[in-house]
């Protein structure tokens, strides 16, 4: 069965950093694009970054500047670092991975999210 398991979020002062982890575990045949998600209570999911297999990136214009999205392909695993974080950037974070589970089968998986809170 295919996980992804995220790792890294915590407490952290305003103006301090974080780096995420997300792991793909399971039987597939290949990770195709990543990205990393987040939902505060009371408001919408939106994007904070994605990262395609062709090493395309793109980032929420609330982030620009502050996070980087990376992966390791030899650990099945993409990092979201975190830059001089703002309350605003508390929120549950969740990464989303599309795997090819055969050469003609992928699907989108996600993980079970990591608190980020961002306060003094």
């Known amino acids: 069965q295919v996980q992804l398991v995220e790792s890294g979020g915590g407490l952290v002062q305003p103006g301090g950093s974080l780096r995420l982890s997300c792991a793909a575990s399971?039987?597939?045949?290949?990770?195709?694009?990543m990205g990393w998600y987040r939902q505060a209570p009371g408001k919408e999911g939106e994007l904070v970054a994605t990262l395609t297999s062709a090493k395309n990136t793109n980032y929420a214009d609330a982030v620009k500047g502050r996070v980087i999205i990376s992966r390791d392909n030899t650990k099945n695993t993409v990092y979201l670092q975190l830059n001089s974080l703002q309350p605003e950037d508390t929120s549950v974070y969740y990464c989303?991975?599309?795997?090819?589970?055969?050469?003609?089968?992928?699907?989108?998986?996600w993980g079970q999210g990591t608190q980020v809170t961002v306060s003094s």
């Open positions: 989303k991975a599309e795997l090819s589970i055969t050469l003609l089968h992928r699907y989108d998986y």
């Open positions: 399971g039987r597939f045949f290949r990770i195709n694009d």
